[in-house]
């Protein structure tokens, strides 16, 4: 079956790291995206990682391992703008996206 | 100047009723899709069209029903509206062809609504 695990909730203060986990199991695996979304808002892209490794932009920087089946999502120096909910997705071999349930972020002063 | 569009974005209704979402991108992608969004955040995934033919349905009900009339719009039609079917819809879209990049991020429509009452 398709399985996508997040955290549901996590809180972190502003001017901190957070660390956002996804495991997954799914049948076929071409990539895995990251999205943000704000409340009241569509889901916007963040990154796309298909090789093993760190791929780095700006504060946020995603983390892939195939083997591990996990992913991970690290947003640097929190801006209360960050607030957000943060969604993981697996994209099948066959381009279908399997979406996880979301991170909701809360930034505190 | 929007990439994807929908309308309306809010819509209340009674049961019973049929109402449509309207979706258009201006991206010139190839692959439109649309998604429902419940009130425990799941994005599921409903339909997928590339170039006007339907390569994803699934496990929906029948009432629901795509139509695409060209690769810019992918609009869906809801007969017999049930409670149940209060959710925020999202319509978004790719530069995805099949078989070829792998790397196609979707880019969301600002979502619709809907409220079964």
């Known amino acids: 079956g398709q399985n996508i695990d997040q955290p549901t909730e996590m809180t972190a203060t502003e001017g901190a790291i957070v660390q956002i986990n996804c495991t997954y199991q799914t049948s076929g695996f071409n990539g895995l995206f990251w999205y943000q979304q704000h409340a009241g808002e569509a889901p916007t892209f963040l990154s796309y990682?298909?090789l093993d490794g760190l791929e780095e932009k700006g504060r946020f920087s995603s983390f892939l391992s195939r083997s591990k089946g996990y992913s991970y999502l690290l947003l640097k120096e929190l801006q209360m703008k960050d607030s957000a909910s943060y969604l993981c997705?697996?994209?099948?071999?066959?381009?279908?996206?399997?979406w996880g349930a979301g991170t909701k972020l809360i930034i505190k002063p | 100047d929007t990439a994807v569009s929908q309308t309306p974005k809010y819509l209340v209704t009674q049961m019973g009723n049929d109402k449509s979402i309207k979706c258009e991108q201006n991206?010139?992608?190839?692959?439109m899709y649309w998604y429902k969004q419940d009130s425990k955040k799941f994005l599921k995934i409903m339909f997928s069209?590339?170039?006007?033919?339907?390569?994803i349905n699934e496990t929906v009900p029948n009432r629901f029903s795509p139509k695409s009339p060209d690769k810019a719009h992918l609009n869906l039609h809801i007969n017999s509206l049930e409670l149940g079917d209060s959710a925020v819809y999202f319509c978004?879209?790719?530069?995805?062809?099949?078989?070829?990049?792998?790397?196609?991020?979707?880019?969301f429509g600002p979502g619709t609504r809907l409220t079964v009452l």
């Open positions: 990682n298909v």
């Open positions: 978004a879209s790719s530069q995805e062809t099949l078989g070829g990049p792998n790397y196609n991020e979707q880019f």
């Open positions: 997705a697996v994209q099948r071999s066959n381009y279908q996206l399997i």
């Open positions: 069209y590339n170039n006007k033919e339907l390569i």
């Open positions: 991206l010139g992608h190839d692959t």
